[in-house]
C-alpha cells in the first residue's frame, strides 16, 4: 500500500530559504515538510504506543509468602501497585515487610515508607522473625523511612536516587484523604513514576470491619490487586479467631478468589489453606482416637472393678465368711445395690 501522497503549495521567499536549509541535512524538501508536519503534532506523539515493542511475557514477582503465590500464578506481576488491606492487627505490616526481604534476598533495593511508625520499631518486628534486618540497611538494600512526612517531591526524589525495585507504603490513608485520592496530582505523580520505572509497590489501606462487610474504597479501585487480609471468630464453639487472606483483585492473574486461612509463626505469614484444614482434622482424628480409647480403657476397669465388688457382697450376703451383725448386713446391701446400678449404667452406655 502507497501511503505517500503529492502536495502542491506556494511558499514565502523566507519559508522557501529555511526549506532549502534543512534540505541539506535531511535530503529533500519532502522529508523537511514530513518531519515539520509531523513534529507539530506533538501531542500525538506523546502518547503514541508502539504495540510491537510490548512484551508478551508477564514477570512475576514473589512475595516470599509461603503457600501465597501458587495463588495468584506464581507471584505479583512485575510494576503493579497491590493494595494490602484489611481491619487492625490482620497482619498488613508483617505481610509486607516480609515481601521486601524476599526482594532483598535477591540483591533488590527496597524502600519501606511508613507514615504512622518509627523505623526503629519496624526493626524490632523484623527481628521477631529473624530477619537481620539491620545488615541489609548497613549493606545499602533497603531504606526505612519512619513516620514519614515527605513531600511529593521528595518521594519522587528519593526513588531516583536509590532505584529500588520494591517499595511499601504503609499506610495511604495517612499519606492522602480517601475521599479526593484518586484525582490528587501528589499521588499521580509518585504512581507515575513507580509504573515508568517498573517497580512493584505494596500500599497498605486500613479497614474498620471485616469479613463481608469489609466493602471497596478509591484505594482499591485504583490498585492492580487487592489483597484482603481479615480475622474473625468461626462459630461460638471455637473461641479463637482464625486469620484469612483473600485475592479480591489482580490483573492479568488467574487466581483463586477463596479465602485461605494463614497463621504468623516465628517465620512470618505462612497461607496454610486447605492443608492447614487437612492438618486440623487429622489432629482431631487423631484427639478422638486417643480419647475413644482412653474411655474404652476406663469402660474395661470399671467393669472388673464392679464385678470384684458385687461378687464379694453377694457373698457377704448370705454370710460365707460368717454371721453379721445388723448394722454390716446393711452396709453390705448398700455397697451391692450400688455397685449393681453403676454397673448397669455402664452396661445401658454400651
Known sequence: MNDKHPIHTTLSTDAMRILERYEIELGTKNQVLERALLGMDKLRFKDKIDTQSISRIIKRVNTGIPGFDGLIEGGIPEGFVVIVTGPPGTGKTTFSLQFLMDGIRNNERCIFFSFEEMAEQLIKQTIRFGWDIGEYVDKGYLEIFGFSRFSTEEIIEIIDIFKPKRIV????????????????????????????KKITCLAVTEKSHGGSAMGFDEFDFMGDGVISLDKKQKNDLDTYPTCNIQIQKMRLTKVNEIPHQFVINDNGIEVIGNMGIERKAFNALHANREKIEHIATVDRELRISLNSIIGFSELMMVKAPGDLNEKQERYVKNVHTSGKHLLELIQKRS
Open 169 to 196: 507504603f504503609d499506610s495511604l490513608n495517612i499519606f492522602s484523604d480517601i475521599s479526593d485520592f484518586r484525582r490528587s496530582p501528589q499521588w499521580r505523580n509518585i504512581l507515575k513514576v513507580i509504573k515508568d
